[in-house]
Nanobody, 124 residues
Framework: VQLQASGGGLVQSGGSLRLSCAAS????????VGWFRQAPGKERQFIAG????????STVDSVKGRFTVSRDNAKNTVYLQMNNLKPEDTAVYYC??????????????????WGRGTQLTVSS
């Protein structure tokens, strides 16, 4: 499975943006997907995950109520809708897939495939 994250950019504090993670080359509907982010000088952190069916999803406390993860398996795409963005959300965002496995708190080591990151910068 190849993953491509897109949709990052520069946005003002309080703004919104939607990231997309497009998959190709595999049966994407059997994969759990996680969104991670990595700020400069920090470790890559899990922020949101969604099960293969799309019926079960999770977000970490720091983004709960602001970020929503969803997926459209017909389009082989997972989305991360980000609202009320804050400067501390600035990071490179990555999507990753775990074969046949969902966790409400993925670790980096859980993931089988990674996409290239997309940069999000939130200005104050």
């Amino acid at each position: 499975v190849q993953l491509q994250a897109s949709g990052g950019g520069l946005v003002q504090s309080g703004g919104s943006l939607r990231l997309s993670c497009a998959a190709s080359g595999g049966t994407f509907s059997t994969y759990g997907v996680g969104w991670f982010r990595q700020a400069p000088g920090k470790e890559r952190q899990f922020i949101a995950g969604i099960a293969w069916s799309g019926r079960v999803a999770s977000t970490v406390d720091s983004v709960k109520g602001r970020f929503t993860v969803s997926r459209d398996n017909a389009k082989n795409t997972v989305y991360l809708q980000m609202n009320n963005l804050k400067p501390e959300d600035t990071a490179v965002y990555y999507c990753a897939a775990a074969r046949g496995y969902y966790s409400k708190s993925y670790s980096v080591n859980d993931m089988d495939y990674w996409g290239r990151g997309t940069q999000l910068t939130v200005s104050s």
